[in-house]
């Protein structure tokens, strides 16, 4: 899974949840058994999330992404993260 997120506003409501387990069932539905996502470091709470959802870190790694800007330009995003899996 790539690029999770929910709008701050919609936060706590369940949504991110709901997310990973529709993710699931289409991983599953392909004869897939394993989920595997990347929370970057300075995310303790989507982290939390995910653990609660039975995700367990294995590794760590730096990533890096383009980003758009609120005035159109593009930056680049450098960061470490957590690589975490599951058993479906």
Do not use: F
């Not at 701050?8 to 990973?20: E, K, T, V």
């Not at 990533?63 to 599951?86: K, N």
Request: proline letters at 5%; a positive charge.
């Amino acid at each position: 899974m790539w690029q999770l997120a929910v709008l701050p506003a919609l936060q706590s409501r369940g949504l991110g949840r709901l997310l990973i387990q529709a993710a699931e069932q289409r991983i599953s539905s392909r004869g897939l058994r394993r989920a595997e996502l990347a929370v970057e470091e300075d995310n303790p709470r989507a982290r939390a999330l995910y653990e609660h959802l039975g995700y367990v870190a294995y590794d760590r790694k730096p990533d890096a992404w383009d980003e758009e800007g609120p005035d159109g330009s593009i930056r680049r995003h450098e960061t470490t993260c957590v690589l975490m899996r599951r058993s479906l």
